[in-house]
């Protein structure tokens, strides 16, 4: 039997009710978080708390519980569980009647957790291929920067990639500028420098982004300003990050391959120094 967490009750996974007035069913309106973790406990989790802090207050949501009962709810589902390594995931929804104009900004979540195998993060050894979605664009409003229920810009460019056979494309604004992949954030490496998309371009704020800029500028020059695609087609090395796989090493964009992952390589060793 797997068991979740509701609004601070354990609940059998398999016997969750869903309402017909489930807003975030309805409307998609409110926000998740995926997290992973290591031998019992949370990676990065200030980082996302923050982003649950920030994410609630641009959605007006009420949020009330403290980054240390948040925590401890995560970890008392990963031991009820009996699990080690793998992610949890929480699901944050304004808990509210009414139609597109809600009656209260209550918020209800619910937190559930899927077994991993490995104890530490591991570089992909097949490159990814990833190319171009300009079937559609998204907003560079801030809304773009939290992880919203509404996914359709994500799931559409993710059918497409796979009707095309890429692992994966990116993302571009309504100013058409590259802003990230249907998961996770970019980088690239060229002429010694970083460059990676600015927020205000409309990338996802991504937690894993927060931690890998840091330990980035241990080391290079970091540049965060909007990406074209010359430079992606030029540089030395591409790569995405997300909290789930942390950093995974691109080895062809359209036409132009990309062999060199010595970043990538970088990246991971100081990210499980910190596990």
Not at 103 to 124: A, E, M, P, Q, R
Not at 145 to 152: E, P, T
Not at 235 to 257: D, Q, R
């Amino acid at each position: 039997m797997k068991f979740s967490i509701f609004n601070n009750e354990i609940v059998n996974s398999n016997e969750i009710f869903l309402s017909k007035t489930n807003r975030g069913f309805s409307y998609g309106d409110g926000f998740f978080e995926t997290i992973k973790f290591f031998k019992g406990s949370v990676f990065n989790f200030q980082n996302h708390f923050k982003r649950i802090i920030f994410s609630s207050s641009l959605l007006d949501l009420k949020f009330d519980l403290t980054i240390l009962e948040l925590e401890n709810l995560i970890t008392k589902i990963i031991n009820i569980n009996n699990l080690l390594n793998g992610s949890v995931k929480i699901i944050i929804y304004r808990e509210s009647e009414g139609k597109y104009l809600p009656h209260t900004n209550k918020s209800s979540f619910y937190i559930s957790c899927t077994k991993g195998i490995s104890d530490v993060f591991v570089l992909n050894t097949k490159p990814l291929k990833i190319d171009l979605y300009k079937d559609n664009y998204k907003s560079d409003s801030t809304l773009s920067n939290i992880k919203s229920l509404n996914s359709l810009l994500y799931v559409l460019a993710s059918i497409y990639s796979k009707k095309n056979n890429i692992d994966d494309v990116l993302i571009l604004n309504s100013q058409k500028r590259i802003i990230e992949s249907t998961n996770s954030n970019l980088f690239l490496f060229l002429d010694d420098i970083i460059y990676t998309p600015p927020l205000s371009d409309g990338c996802v704020d991504g937690t894993m982004r927060r931690l890998i800029l840091d330990i980035l500028q241990r080391k290079y020059t970091v540049y965060i300003e909007s990406i074209t695609e010359s430079q992606l087609l030029s540089s030395s090395e591409i790569f995405l990050t997300n909290s789930f796989s942390a950093v995974k090493w691109v080895g062809s964009f359209k036409n132009s391959e990309n062999k060199n992952k010595s970043v990538c390589y970088y990246l991971i060793d100081s990210l499980n120094n910190l596990i």
